[in-house]
């Protein structure tokens, strides 16, 4: 278990005997964390399940003691549930939805993008796209903007050369069906879904300039040949989010990206949850 066994300037722990200290401080991490979950009422809830120790928050490859309280507001609670109810399943990925969640904030308070199209490349079930979607109704700003959804939509993992074949087995984070999908974007009719296969379902698709995309293709090749003919459709201004760009085992996706934005002289921020975030400045 994580623990935090310091004791700082000006606490009454120092008041306390030596011997004794060890079982405060114990104390004091129970009180701050598991007890202070219970007093208020979080049993169950978003913030509960990710506290997986008293002072310290692990989830998503990130153990973290600063403040989370991002993950029990209320917004989030909501665009989560949402997800996970429309999605059959919580991915335990609260961070890289909130950080897609503030670039479509920004991009539909942005003059120069806030009417244009949001193109997902790789939705498998739905989960940030619809949290995304869940997270405006919220607040009572819907999403209004046409809304591309791109995947094969089929439930085999990918192989390392980039097909899905039943021999790869079911994947449990993709789409079941694109019945399933569609089923679950139902109440939002500006969504369009596209299935096929990457980039040539690209061309079933009629949409002008883009003001966020969000990639999530487990592949860097084809990854690397979607953003060579979208990228001239990113609006300045507009949010570009790689899922996988410095997730663990993506180091080819990594290296490719970060060379193609290199040469559009675009400035990737890694994100700790393995997300790269680009806004288009040129």
Request: with cysteine; aromatic share 14%; proline share 3%.
């Amino acid at each position: 278990m994580f623990w935090d066994m310091n004791i700082y300037a000006g606490s009454k722990l120092l008041k306390v005997p030596r011997f004794m200290r060890f079982f405060f401080v114990i104390l004091r991490d129970l009180k701050n964390g598991v007890f202070r979950n219970l007093l208020n009422g979080n049993v169950g809830s978003l913030g509960f399940n990710y506290l997986v120790t008293p002072s310290y928050f692990v989830f998503d490859g990130v153990i973290t003691r600063h403040n989370m309280n991002i993950i029990n507001s209320a917004r989030m609670e909501y665009s989560i549930n949402q997800a996970s109810l429309q999605c059959g399943r919580d991915y335990q990925i609260p961070m890289r939805l909130h950080q897609a969640i503030w670039a479509i904030d920004y991009v539909l308070s942005n003059k120069s993008t806030k009417d244009l199209s949001i193109v997902e490349i790789g939705t498998g079930r739905g989960f940030i796209m619809s949290g995304i979607l869940s997270s405006r109704d919220f607040i009572k700003s819907s999403v209004k903007n046409p809304i591309y959804l791109f995947d094969t939509f089929s439930p085999y993992a990918v192989s390392i050369s980039g097909g899905q074949e039943s021999q790869n087995g079911v994947h449990p984070f993709y789409a079941e069906s694109i019945e399933s999908v569609k089923n679950a974007f139902s109440k939002w009719p500006n969504v369009n879904i596209i299935q096929g296969l990457l980039p040539e379902s690209l061309n079933q698709a009629s949409f002008g300039s883009i003001g966020f995309l969000h990639l999530d293709l487990n592949n860097a090749k084809v990854e690397l040949e979607v953003l060579k003919q979208l990228w001239p459709k990113i609006q300045i201004g507009g949010v570009v989010i790689s899922d996988d760009y410095g997730y663990l085992g993506f180091d080819e996706t990594y290296k490719t990206l970060s060379n193609f934005f290199g040469e559009v002289s675009a400035t990737v921020l890694t994100s700790a949850y393995g997300q790269g975030i680009v806004i288009k400045t040129e």
